[in-house]
């Protein structure tokens, strides 16, 4: 059965930065695209980044120059750097391996002004 378990939140002030990771159990990992989304209170669940296979990536505008996105196939786990934190990055972010619609079970980030 394949898991997914995010870890790194935590609280920062604005400026910040935090490292999230994303733990997966199974090999599918080595061939399978994780996705970052996070969700804020009372909005939407959003895509926030993605790595692919050969190291391909993707970046929702409003994060763009400020996140990095990586995987380490060797560890089985994806990592999401978030440096410039503001105020409007604090949601619940998640994980997920989107051919398979799977999730983790998101990780809280707050950043405080």
């Known amino acids: 059965q394949v898991q997914l378990v995010e870890s790194g939140g935590g609280s920062v002030q604005a400026g910040g930065s935090l490292r999230l990771a994303c733990q997966v159990s199974?090999?599918?990992?080595?061939?399978?695209?994780v996705g970052w989304y996070r969700q804020a209170p009372g909005q939407q669940r959003e895509f926030v980044a993605r790595t692919s296979m050969g190291d391909s990536t993707d970046y929702a505008d409003s994060v763009k120059g400020r996140f990095t996105v990586s995987r380490d196939d060797a560890r089985n786990t994806a990592y999401l750097q978030m440096n410039s934190l503001k105020p409007e990055d604090t949601a619940i972010y998640y994980c997920?391996?989107?051919?398979?619609?799977?999730w983790g079970r998101g990780t809280q980030v707050t950043v405080s002004s």
């Open positions: 199974g090999s599918i990992f080595r061939i399978a695209a």
């Open positions: 997920s391996l989107e051919a398979m619609g799977l």
